[in-house]
């Protein structure tokens, strides 16, 4: 059987080519056309709710534009990303040679490696450049001072903000609300602890509004609270699109930092108040932004806005005696001051560096707001770097219009953990496993320092008593009384019998036991202490009309 080779010409190879010619060219090309009008759709839309969400989006957004070293990571991934591209797959071959794997290399992946490198490697020196420039700014504008300014004690700061916290949720009688987080607002000249009564539950927050603010006495030991009723527009803890800060950043400035909001009452009627600061930019020696106080934002119960400057903030009558200055601002002033020798020594010799002093209790953290005889200011205390407690400076801050002032007294003080530690020794048969010294500030009576330092239950349920110590004796007083911690303040013999101890002789005076009666819902109605030559009686009513039974319980160590 013979065979024949297969023909050039032949059927089967016209029929293969006529099948690799299938499908028509133009419809391969049209296939393959990106779909530019359904991208561009859903880009618009993308824009718009990312536009309608920006609240949501406000602080990566502020994070990216106060961080100008992004920038350099920018251009340099940019540049990356341009030569990787020139080179054309020269890039992925020195890759693969050097690991010994095969690496697929994109202009856009070493573009965005670049850019992390970059950032992360820079992040560092940046926020250490910008709090030697906030260092620098705050040492310029401060003034050093020989003495502090005398508290009001007519004012004093008496009860802390966690005892706050409870008396206004203890006193709260209204199911479908809570009490908010509370700041301090001045009435009529007197400080409270003041909280918005906000919605409770998912359901409340859709459908009801803030409905009121809720005042703490701060001034006094008891319980005293009351509450400002009416709803706002624009609160605090609703629905996104009735909430304070929703309508800020929608309405107002956006690439600003708006601080905690305070709850301020004028003639009976709420407000809200949110200072804020805004960044300054500086080119060198790198890029980098620092906060500066940029005003304050006034919210009316009808939902209208207005910004003030500083200044005008100053001048309001609505907002006399109030905190003005930014909190957040004040503190980070503070802190940066321990650039203020220089990056080099912050790292290494650590000479006259700074510390915040750390403070004991719930919920203490600096700076306090407090009533001077000069007005209203935030008071810091630092101490050195390290393990020592001493006090090193204590830094005042003018809560209408920011002004600094730095006391470094000439002799020894005692640090607040210490002057917590002094309490605790001068009372030793207290039960300080359910009782703690909080809230220690630098109170000057009489151009004498003194730490104020509260004793309060481990459950925050009332204010037990509160201790002065001598900053520099060390001496403790203590009083139980309002209206004797209110004639101490004030320079005057106490009426109430003070409970004065010497460090060097830590039994004497102290109370045995102290005994607190308890309303039903926690309130502290009453303390009584009881000392060792004392005891404690407690009658109780018989069955029968003709008297009582009694029973009496001796004080421990008596």
Same mark, same amino acid.
């Given at each position: 059987?013979?065979?024949?080779?297969?023909?050039?010409?032949?059927?089967?190879?016209?029929?293969?080519?006529?099948?690799?010619?299938?499908?028509?060219?133009?419809?391969?090309?049209? =296939?393959?056309?990106?779909?530019?009008?359904?991208?561009?759709?859903?880009?618009?839309?993308?824009?718009?709710?990312?536009?309608?969400?920006?609240?949501?989006?406000?602080?990566?957004?502020?994070?990216?534009?106060?961080?100008?070293?992004?920038?350099?990571?920018?251009?340099?991934?940019?540049?990356?990303?341009?030569?990787?591209?020139?080179?054309?797959?020269?890039?992925?071959?020195?890759?693969?040679?050097?690991?010994?794997?095969?690496?697929?290399?994109?202009?856009?992946?070493?573009?965005?490696?670049?850019?992390?490198?970059?950032?992360?490697?820079?992040?560092?020196?940046?926020?250490?450049?910008?709090?030697?420039?906030?260092?620098?700014?705050?040492?310029?504008?401060?003034?050093?001072?020989?003495?502090?300014?005398?508290?009001?004690?007519?004012?004093?700061?008496?009860?802390?903000?966690?005892?706050?916290?409870?008396?206004?949720?203890?006193?709260?009688?209204?199911?479908?609300?809570?009490?908010?987080?509370?700041?301090?607002?001045?009435?009529?000249?007197?400080?409270?602890?003041?909280?918005?009564?906000?919605?409770?539950?998912?359901?409340?927050?859709?459908?009801?509004?803030?409905?009121?603010?809720?005042?703490?006495?701060?001034?006094?030991?008891?319980?005293?609270?009351?509450?400002?009723?009416?709803?706002?527009?624009?609160?605090?803890?609703?629905?996104?699109?009735?909430?304070y800060r929703w309508e800020l950043l929608k309405s107002q400035a956006y690439l600003?930092?708006?601080?905690?909001?305070?709850?301020?009452?004028?003639?009976?009627?709420?407000?809200?108040?949110?200072?804020?600061?805004?960044?300054?930019?500086?080119?060198?020696?790198?890029?980098?932004?620092?906060?500066?106080?940029?005003?304050?934002?006034?919210?009316?119960?009808?939902?209208?806005?207005?910004?003030?400057?500083?200044?005008?903030?100053?001048?309001?009558?609505?907002?006399?005696?109030?905190?003005?200055?930014?909190?957040?601002?004040?503190?980070?002033?503070?802190?940066?001051?321990?650039?203020?020798?220089?990056?080099?020594?912050?790292?290494?010799?650590?000479?006259?560096?700074?510390?915040?002093?750390?403070?004991?209790?719930?919920?203490?953290?600096?700076?306090?707001?407090?009533?001077?005889?000069?007005?209203?200011?935030?008071?810091?205390?630092? =101490?050195?770097?390290?393990?020592?407690?001493?006090?090193?400076?204590?830094?005042?801050?003018?809560?209408?219009?920011?002004?600094?002032?730095?006391?470094?007294?000439?002799?020894?003080?005692?640090?607040?953990?210490?002057?917590?530690?002094?309490?605790?020794q001068s009372a030793p048969q207290t039960d300080w496993d359910r009782f703690t010294?909080?809230?220690?500030?630098?109170?000057?009576?009489?151009?004498?320092?003194?730490?104020?330092?509260?004793?309060?239950?481990?459950?925050?349920?009332?204010?037990?008593?509160?201790?002065?110590?001598?900053?520099?004796?060390?001496?403790?007083?203590?009083?139980?009384?309002?209206?004797?911690?209110?004639?101490?303040?004030?320079?005057?013999?106490?009426?109430?019998?003070?409970? =004065?101890?010497?460090?060097?002789?830590?039994?004497?005076?102290?109370?045995?036991?102290?005994?607190?009666?308890?309303?039903?819902?926690?309130?502290?109605?009453?303390?009584?202490?009881?000392?060792?030559?004392?005891?404690?009686?407690?009658?109780?009513?018989?069955?029968?009309?003709?008297?009582?039974?009694?029973?009496?319980?001796?004080?421990?160590?008596?």
């Open positions: 059987m013979s065979t024949r080779p297969p023909s050039d010409d032949s059927d089967e190879q016209s029929s293969d080519d006529e099948l690799t010619d299938w499908p028509p060219g133009n419809s391969d090309q049209h =296939e393959s056309s990106p779909p530019w009008i359904p991208l561009g759709i859903v880009g618009i839309l993308a824009v718009a709710i990312g536009w309608f969400f920006r609240p949501w989006l406000h602080g990566l957004i502020y994070a990216v534009y106060t961080t100008p070293l992004l920038l350099f990571g920018i251009v340099a991934g940019s540049i990356a990303a341009w030569a990787t591209a020139r080179a054309g797959g020269g890039v992925e071959t020195v890759v693969n040679a050097l690991t010994s794997n095969d690496h697929t290399i994109t202009p856009l992946r070493v573009g965005v490696v670049v850019l992390v490198i970059t950032a992360f490697a820079l992040m560092p020196v940046a926020n250490a450049v910008a709090g030697v420039t906030l260092s620098d700014q705050t040492m310029s504008q401060t003034a050093t001072v020989e003495r502090l300014d005398d508290v009001d004690a007519d004012n004093p700061r008496i009860v802390t903000r966690a005892v706050a916290d409870r008396y206004a949720s203890n006193t709260l009688n209204r199911p479908q609300y809570r009490v908010g987080d509370t700041d301090i607002s001045v009435v009529n000249g007197t400080p409270y602890w003041a909280a918005p009564l906000a919605p409770d539950g998912l359901f409340n927050k859709i459908t009801k509004r803030q409905a009121g603010t809720v005042l703490v006495d701060m001034t006094t030991q008891q319980a005293n609270v009351r509450s400002v009723d009416g709803e706002l527009e624009t609160g605090v803890g609703t629905i996104f699109h009735r909430n600003v930092d708006y601080g905690d909001p305070k709850m301020v009452i004028h003639n009976n009627t709420q407000y809200i108040t949110v200072p804020y600061s805004e960044p300054t930019f500086h080119l060198t020696p790198l890029p980098h932004s620092t906060p500066q106080w940029g005003g304050v934002a006034v919210i009316d119960p009808s939902g209208s806005i207005e910004t003030l400057s500083p200044s005008e903030a100053a001048a309001s009558p609505i907002l006399d005696n109030q905190q003005l200055y930014p909190e957040k601002l004040a503190l980070q002033s503070v802190a940066a001051t321990k650039y203020r020798n220089g990056i080099l020594n912050t790292y290494t010799s650590h000479e006259d560096e700074i510390e915040i002093a750390p403070l004991p209790g719930d919920e203490n953290d600096q700076p306090f707001f407090i009533l001077s005889e000069s007005g209203p200011q935030y008071v810091v205390a630092v =101490e050195p770097y390290g393990n020592a407690q001493g006090l090193q400076e204590l830094w005042t801050i003018d809560g209408q219009n920011g002004t600094f002032e730095r006391y470094a007294p000439a002799d020894s003080l005692f640090g607040p953990q210490r002057a917590a530690d002094l309490v605790r010294p909080a809230e220690p500030i630098l109170t000057v009576i009489d151009d004498r320092e003194y730490w104020q330092v509260r004793v309060v239950p481990e459950d925050n349920s009332g204010i037990a008593y509160v201790a002065f110590v001598d900053a520099r004796s060390g001496d403790v007083d203590s009083f139980e009384q309002t209206d004797a911690i209110t004639q101490f303040l004030g320079g005057e013999t106490p009426v109430e019998t003070p409970t =004065e101890t010497d460090p060097t002789d830590t039994t004497a005076g102290a109370p045995t036991v102290i005994v607190q009666r308890v309303a039903e819902n926690g309130t502290v109605i009453e303390t009584m202490t009881v000392y060792d030559d004392e005891s404690v009686e407690i009658r109780t009513p018989t069955n029968s009309t003709a008297g009582t039974e009694n029973a009496t319980a001796r004080a421990p160590g008596s």
